[in-house]
């Protein structure tokens, strides 16, 4: 099985918002070049384990942004990491 999506590079995402007290208590935002679209809050996959973050979508992320879409990647709490389950 391949795993290149995971290894894929990706700009820095424009900034990012802490919306709690846990590491992983992030979002990612890509914004358009020019006009700014609709909102996309892009939940990444990753079967809720610690290994698979929000960086495998930033490649996708970045390519919506592209396209005029406000691109949101929230990072979550996964098993394996700190307060995950």
């Known amino acids: 099985m391949t795993r290149s999506v995971l290894d894929r590079p990706a700009p820095e995402p424009d900034f990012t918002v ?6 992983d208590h992030v979002i990612d935002v890509r ?10 809050i892009f939940l990444h996959g990753g079967f809720w384990r610690h290994e698979y973050d929000r960086a495998h979508v930033g490649p ?14 929230p990072e979550y709490r996964r098993t394996g990491g700190p307060g995950g389950g």
């Open 60 to 73: 996708l992320a970045t390519a919506l942004a592209q396209e005029g879409f406000i691109v949101a990647t």
């Open 31 to 40: 914004l358009p070049p020019a006009n700014a679209g609709p909102l996309v």
């Open 18 to 23: 802490v919306y709690g007290p846990e590491p």
